[in-house]
């Protein structure tokens, strides 16, 4: 087990990049087997049905966690800086509001974008049914177990983990790059999935704690789940688009002030290797 007396540059030296691909193949595909085995998933709630897959793979990824950690000698305690997190940092959890825009506004105006050429297959992602969550307490608990689970998760593997490896073995812009490219792939929207992880990013280097990034990532995701997507047919899509424009405009302004005052020089120290919790850069 790794102890707060370990020479904390032992982990990164150790870990290897390609291990999150590995343990993300085989999360995917045990998860998948589980659900396609798993018989008494037929007879429950579609709404639970819904949520089995993620629950069964994120669960996978955080059981990782602690084993990888030890095999690495990484110090979690240290990587997700908790005893960081100061009252300064909560004033970054305002940047989910122009995420939130930006993610908005490119799933509309992409829809608006294949409305011009095909018309009816808009209309056909349109009338894809979609799980929304009611408010239910039951609902409220599932939905509060999912986004916490997905953002500790993510955090841990492409914030914490990757993000070190790849600083540790080049440099820090690179790393951020690389990671958010790699975060980006792994979600249905890449543009908004990079410029996410960018900016999660530069949070985590700013604040020194995971804790700050997996809030904005709670909240993202809650967010996502509850927002009204009550837009049934292009002509009402399309009556939409100066809302959608300014949503995309305006919040990708202010993230590239985010971005542009935050962003790192190659030499940038990393959170896991502050020797004082109340360190801020």
């Given amino acids: 087990m790794f102890t707060q007396n370990s020479d904390p540059s032992i982990g990164f030296a150790l870990a290897k990049a390609r291990l999150v691909i590995i343990i993300l193949f085989l999360s995917f595909v045990v998860a998948y087997l589980l659900q396609k085995s798993c018989v008494c998933l037929c007879f429950v709630d579609p709404f639970v049905r819904h949520l089995a897959p993620e629950f069964i793979f994120y669960g996978l990824l955080i059981s990782w966690i602690p084993i990888v950690c030890s095999i690495s000698k990484i110090d979690p305690k240290r990587l997700f800086g908790f005893s960081r997190c100061s009252s300064d940092c909560w004033s ?78 080049w440099d820090c812009r690179f790393a951020i790059i690389f990671s958010s490219l790699a975060f ?3 979600h249905i929207n890449f543009v908004c999935g990079f410029i996410f992880s960018l900016v999660l990013s530069l949070v985590y280097l700013k604040t020194r704690t995971l804790f700050i990034p997996i809030a904005i990532h709670v909240l993202n995701n809650v967010i996502g789940c509850i927002w009204p997507d009550d837009i049934h047919d292009v002509v009402e899509l399309r009556s939409l688009w100066m809302l959608h424009v300014f949503f995309l405009i305006s919040s990708t302004m202010i993230l590239f002030v985010v971005i542009r005052r935050c962003w790192p020089t190659n030499d940038q120290s990393l959170p896991y290797y502050d020797e004082r919790h109340g360190n801020q850069r």
């Fill in 92 to 169: 970054w959890i305002g940047v989910v509001v122009p995420l939130v825009m930006l993610n908005y506004a490119v799933g509309w105006l992409e829809i608006s974008g294949i409305s011009l050429f095909s018309p009816s297959i808009a209309n056909k992602i349109l009338d894809m049914p979609s799980i929304k969550y009611s408010m239910g307490i039951s609902n409220i608990l599932l939905l509060a177990v999912k986004t916490t689970l997905v953002a500790i998760t993510e955090e841990f593997w492409f914030r914490g983990w990757l993000l070190h490896r790849l600083a540790y073995k």
């Fill in 184 to 186: 980006g792939i792994l």
